[in-house]
Nanobody, 123 residues
Framework: QVQLVESGGGLVQAGGSLTLSCAAS????????MGWFRQAPGKEREFVAT????????RYGDSVKGRFRISRDNAKNTVSLQMDSLKPEDTAVYYC????????????????WGQGTQVTISS
């Protein structure tokens, strides 16, 4: 069982930066691939980024490529999402996720989800 708790959301002006963090419980954090998804009101959940259990493999959604960076610290059981050049369309609830096998951009393939953190970008 893995429990995920996100933090770092907030209100930022367009063009600004924000870093989200996710703290994971459990002794086997290094065995999980991690991901970030987001969901805006009235929209489907969208893939943002994923990172392999080792941290060597990362993948990004097309809408955030070049602006967001996912990283992890297996010693601290944390995964982070550095978000730069933020746009109003990045406004959403951001969710941290974990899955036992490799990276994936498919939300339904993830086993564990955090409660989400709100990110709001003002124009």
């Amino acid at each position: 069982q893995v429990q995920l708790v996100e933090s770092g959301g907030g209100l930022v002006q367009a063009g600004g930066s924000l870093t989200l963090s996710c703290a994971a419980s459990g002794r086997t954090f290094s065995g999980y691939a991690m991901g970030w998804f987001r969901q805006a009101p009235g929209k489907e959940r969208e893939f943002v980024a994923t990172i392999s259990n080792s941290g060597f493999i990362t993948r990004y959604g097309d809408s955030v490529k070049g602006r967001f960076r996912i990283s992890r610290d297996n010693a601290k059981n944390t995964v982070s999402l550095q978000m730069d050049s933020l746009k109003p369309e990045d406004t959403a609830v951001y969710y941290c996720t974990a899955r036992r096998t490799g990276t994936s951009s498919v939300a339904s393939s993830y086993d564990y989800w955090g409660q989400g953190t709100q990110v709001t970008i003002s124009s």
